[in-house]
């Protein structure tokens, strides 16, 4: 039974052979967002989003989310056709029953003037150099001007336009036409024809689908079955495979490059076309596309293929650097990998298969499993049936027998070979066997003068036969551990799910070196690791790692090369130490769902970074309309609008599941410190307090290229209006105003207060006066009286003259407290007899041109008039000095005019009125208020006092 085993095994009988590895294909569905998994065109905008045509609307995608429009939103269908983006920006949707929509800053808006039912689906669009539209449905061509559809051609007696699918430039005057009824129409402007070039009579198929017009002005036409080429006119054909001829429906046609072609089939998936050879590789399910009914192919900015399909949405290809063989390929479960004599051999449930040079899976054997494989130093290979362990040399055809039994892992270093069992480990030398008791192990890999013993539970050292812990390496504290693999003779790296481990051995004491695994960034669930010479590759979930090594444990910093899977490339992780890396530097791995490989040559590496936008931000948890608060300058929110939300939007599409973003918010504390790296594309400012701001941020593409422009969106929150300046300024006024008015208010009554005081003392005066004056005329004035008779009846000369003397005099004091003249003749005549009597009595020479005034002012007022008049003679009899005097009293308008004068000595008017001694002065003032007067006092020293008193009548 051995012996037959070997012989099918080293004899490479074949048992199958299969080159169908599966490539990375993600696809995008209902699930993910999309309106509906039937799909038709695509295309990608000026503005990097991905617009898809579906049967049930149209969807907008940026590699992370999709933005769906239907009738409901204004579309005019929702079966659509076809796609085109003009050159304002505007995304035109060609519907199967309703015409067309565009869609314009968010707008659609849905063009009239042609008869749709007459002219069929919209199937294409085209625009010139000068901006007309050109819309070509099944059954004719319109053109979009000045807003409305206008009819160009239509299928009639005289232009037999009908089947028209596809349409593309020629030149500026030319235009050739793929249609599924008379197979190729080449359409020319000025003059306007059209005219069917190619059909089934020149030995085409008349049913076409697409046409291109690469840039050596061939021509190329997508067929049923067939690839044409026109050139200067001239036919030629590409038959492919005949078995595949219903399949190869070319639906689309993109250029890759300038010697290949990318072929959208219906019915077969997609092909890469050698225009120099006439070579077609298909690429369909075999090679893992989830359809093979494609009708339309696209490269975005990054480099990615975007297939549109029947029923699974729409799928994206990037390249063929990962593979995974597994049972599609009819491989059974992989058990372990090695390479041997050039070849990838892999041990599996079903026996041995070979992965060759072709990247061909051949099956070797199928007697049975095979469970461990292993290469010695002699480049023999140890493998392990689950039964025995056999050892095969290149040179001889059969293998010898190590051990019998059933063993997980095998390694054989010198004369040692290590077969570890479920709880021992067998030690077999030349000499002799023993045993160390070990449960399940990882792997083992030799340092120094011992080996080093990976396990899940921890690191373990084999040393004098004996097992041993490692100083520094508690299993309590560095457990759960992955992988091992050798750096030198005394180095080994191990890996846990924290930490890297370096351990070297130097003068037989260990040295470790850690390094935390989350300075791998997105190293996830990391699984195995393997040194290749200057290189430390890291496996985890959906991401292989190329680390500089000697960068790494020289200088500890991280130079590192991302290599993402999309997301469940594998449903299972690979398995635990199970990397190889070959001589050509493929990366295998095996999992429970069979070898992944990895190619880093075939690699496409995307160095673009993502473009940026801002598409909804939140005011608390609504969203911001700029316009209601939009300025000439910027936005300006209200201070109790302060509560930001911001959505920020990486559009990238390689790898759009580890997109990072930084932001920041410039106005704001620490404002020109960027954020760390986050996952989360929304951020949340709560609270903000008045100012000017300006949010930024940026993001990386998912491999670390980040985009040097950060997207910036300024605002402003205005400050309270009891913080502004303004305000305090109009506090600080009005508190002013108001101590001002109050005081002055205060003042204004302290005044009135005292003028009324005044007043009321003048009257008091003044009936004081009356009183006194009456008293003194009635009781000592007719006692005097009295007096002078008795002292002239008895001829008492001396007497007599006393009392008439004394009766004189008390009737000059009682004029003067009271002037009786006022009230029998009248302010006039008073006046002028005060004034006559001035001058009578004293030095001065006295005029006086006095109006009648008599019925002109009241009794008080006369009075009060008749007291400042009187004020004025006695002080310039007393005081001034003056040879001559003046009083004038005239009427003009509605006032009186009073004035004194003297050319007497005069004086300081504001000494006089500021010294409180002056009581006189001060009484004038206050009569000449009670009398709603104005006072006017001049003076001048030597020249005399001039007097005015203005009252109104």
Known sequence: MIRLFLTMLFLCVFSMHTNAQRYQFKKYKAEEGLITNETFAILQASDYRIWISTTSGLSSFNGKTFTNYTTEDGLASNIIFSLFEDSKGRIWVGTLDNGVSYIENGKITNPKGVNFDALGAVTAMLESSDGLMYIFFVQGIAIFKDGKLHDLLKNDSKNRVEGIQNAAWYDDNTIYLASTKLGIYKMTLNPLKIENIFNEKSGINNICYSVLVDDAKNIWVGAYGELYKITNDKLQLFKFNPDDFDKNRIYGILEANENEFYLSFEGNGIGIFNKNTGHLEIINEAQGLPSKYIYQTIKDYEGNLWMTSYGEGIIRFRDTAFKIYDDSQGLATVNDIVEWNGKVVMATNEGVAILDDSQTIRQITKNGPIKNLFVTEEDNLLYNTGKAVFEHTNNKPSSKLVDEGDYNLIFKKQDKTFLFGTNTIKVRTKDSIYFINSKRSIGIEPIGNRYLLCKVSGLFQIKNKKLDTIHGLSPISNNNFRSISTVTKTEVLAGSEKKLYHISLQNDQFKIQTFNMNRFSGLKYFRALEVDGNDLWLAGRDVLIKVDLPNLLQNDSIVAKYYHTIPHFLANDIDFNSLLVTKDKTVLATS??????????????????????????????????????????????????????????????????????????????????????????????????????????????????????????????????????????????????????????????????????????????????????????????????????????????????????????????????????????????????????????????????????????????????????????????????????????????????????????????????????????????????????????????????????????
């Open 592 to 953: 429970l769902d069979g070898v992944i490989a990895f190619n880093e040559n075939k690699f496409t590496a995307n160095n673009k970074p993502p473009k940026l936008n801002l598409p909804e931000i939140l005011l608390f948890s609504e969203p911001l309309i700029d316009s209601l608060y939009s300025t000439e300058k910027s936005i300006v929110l209200p201070y109790q609008k302060n509560y930001l939300s911001f959505s920020m939007e990486a559009i990238t599409f390689t790898n759009p599941e580890n997109v990072k973003y930084k932001y920041r918010m410039i106005g704001l504390r620490d404002e020109n410190q960027w954020s760390e790296p986050i996952a989360d594309n929304n951020v949340v400012f709560s609270y903000l307090p008045p100012g000017k701001y300006t949010f930024e941020f940026t993001a990386d593409n998912g491999y670390g290229k980040w985009q040097t422009q950060p997207y910036q969106y300024s605002f402003e929150i205005k400050v309270p209006f009891w913080k502004t300046w303004l305000f305090w300024v109009t506090v600080v006024s009005i508190i002013t105003a108001s101590v001002f008015v109050f005081f002055s208010y205060r003042s204004k009554l302290a005044r009135k207060r005292n003028e009324a005081y005044t007043h009321n003392l003048i009257k008091a005066q003044e009936e004081e006066r009356t009183r006194v004056a009456r008293e003194l005329h009635d009781s000592v004035g007719q006692k005097l009286m009295l007096l002078t008779k008795k002292t002239k009846n008895i001829k008492n000369q001396d007497m007599e003259t006393l009392a008439s003397s004394t009766l004189d005099e008390l009737r000059s004091i009682s004029r003067g407290l009271h002037p009786a003249n006022l009230e029998r003749l009248g302010p006039t005549a008073a006046i002028k007899n005060m004034i006559n009597e001035v001058d009578a009595n004293t030095n001065i020479f006295f005029t006086h041109q006095i109006d009648d005034i008599d019925n002109l002012i009241t009794k008080e007022a006369s009075l009060h008039l008749y007291r400042i008049i009187q004020e004025v003679l006695n002080n310039m009899v007393k005081h001034a000095e003056a040879k001559a005097g003046s009083v004038s009293i005239k009427k003009r308008n509605n006032t009186i005019q009073a004035t004194i004068a003297d050319n007497g000595k005069g004086f300081e008017v504001s000494e006089m009125i500021k010294t409180s001694a002056s009581l006189g002065m001060k009484t004038l003032r206050e009569r000449a208020k009670i009398l709603n007067s104005k006072i006017d006092i001049k003076s001048q020293l030597k020249k005399g006092t001039k007097i005015t008193l203005t009252i109104p009548i």
